[in-house]
């Protein structure tokens, strides 16, 4: 079952780090087992696709890239039936794909599936082994999850989610990392409780995710670390009762000044450099825990205070993207209950012709919460 679909689409490639995205005419893909094809609205921009647009993380060239999209569902392909899932219906896909069937899906841990890392993370395939993209000329091109720069994309069915009728369909193209990310760091690692004090080191798109989510479970006081004072400005606005710029502020002794000299519960990490690890180190309480998210540009590594960790019983935990399969439908929940404002997080849009200068002031910091590429542009 499936609409009417171009032969062909665009979709930005990148094949060469210093050419950069370039706009392709490519195959329009379709969807094989237990996959569906949709119409891209609008593809998230994310520091992730950032670091393999700059070579720092390895990938597969040719690419397309973008890894949290919504659309229109076009065609359901075979082996879909437990999925309530029909062409037209409006869909958010997350970027960390579960195979369904591999140890850690069974377990229910969907941020661990095997076959994402090893296939497409490593590959940048799908879990038959192959890409669903290629050139004119029939050249293979690599995906990194769904690919969703472009028109079209493939995700699989484990992966979307269903939205309701007069959700935005491209703001809510961020549900599917940042929002997606950012719930579940606070409901998994993070554990968070009604009352827990809670730092968010970082508040671009994930951080200002963090920031509404840890506040609809009940934290408070809930502390914004940034270095730009009108990201902490519009940190306020999302929920945050205390804002400290690391740049000009100490950050333990702000934040102490702000806990009656404890320190935070839990603090997350969300951009993966090791200055960002530090604030949220140096924010925990005796006995809290830091969840580190963001990812570093390539293999980077981040000093912890040996003593104070081990003395004062501190915590680090790791989280990768949440368990789609159970925490994406909750996210877009949230996001039509108004619990999570994601229309507001997103701050620019550009068109597909415009995503490589799009990406360039996200490197440059320009962009406040995030940006999304619009199709309709």
């Not at 647009?53 to 075979?78: D, N, Y």
């Not at 997080?345 to 919460?369: P, T």
């Amino acid at each position: 079952m499936s609409a009417v679909i171009p032969t062909t689409m665009k979709a930005a490639v990148l094949r060469d780090y210093e050419r950069g995205l370039e706009i392709e005419e490519i195959r329009t893909p379709h969807p094989r087992s237990g996959e569906v094809l949709i119409k891209v609205s609008a593809c998230g921009m994310c520091h992730s696709d950032l670091h393999v647009i700059g070579g720092a993380i390895a990938f597969p060239l040719p690419c397309v890239l973008g890894h949290e999209v919504a659309g229109e569902i076009v065609e359901v392909g075979p082996n879909c039936e437990q999925f309530p899932l029909e062409v037209g219906q409006k869909v958010a896909g997350a970027f960390l794909m579960p195979c369904g069937h591999c140890e850690f899906c069974a377990e229910g841990r969907d941020d661990l599936c095997a076959p994402f890392f090893s296939l497409n993370r490593l590959e940048g395939k799908l879990y038959d082994g192959t890409t669903r993209l290629e050139s004119l000329e029939g050249e293979k091109i690599a995906m990194y999850s769904m690919g969703g720069l472009a028109e079209y994309a493939v995700i699989p069915a484990t992966s979307v989610a269903v939205m309701p009728d007069g959700m935005d369909t491209v703001s809510s193209a961020i549900l599917g990392c940042a929002a997606l990310t950012a719930y579940g760091a606070a409901r998994h690692a993070g554990d968070i409780r009604y009352g827990d004090s809670v730092a968010v080191v970082a508040t671009g798109g994930i951080g200002s995710n963090l920031i509404q989510i840890v506040k609809a479970l009940g934290a408070d006081p809930i502390i914004a670390i940034d270095v730009e004072d009108a990201k902490l400005a519009a940190a306020r606005e999302l929920g945050a009762t205390v804002t400290v710029n690391s740049a000009t502020q100490d950050v333990r002794e702000t934040v102490l000044a702000a806990t009656n000299g404890r320190g935070v519960k839990v603090a997350f990490e969300a951009l993966g450099r090791p200055e960002t690890w530090k604030s949220a180190l140096d924010s925990l309480a005796d006995g809290g825990k830091m969840v580190p998210i963001g990812l570093g540009a390539g293999v980077q590594e981040a000093g912890v205070e040996i003593n104070r960790t081990v003395r004062r019983s501190q915590s680090i935990v790791g989280s990768y993207g949440a368990r789609t399969r159970q925490d994406l439908p909750v996210v877009v929940r949230l996001a039509a209950g108004g619990q999570i404002d994601y229309q507001s997080i997103v701050s620019r849009r550009f068109s597909l012709a415009e995503a490589g200068d799009g990406y360039k002031l996200l490197k440059e910091g320009g962009i406040r919460g995030r940006a999304v590429v619009d199709m309709s542009l």
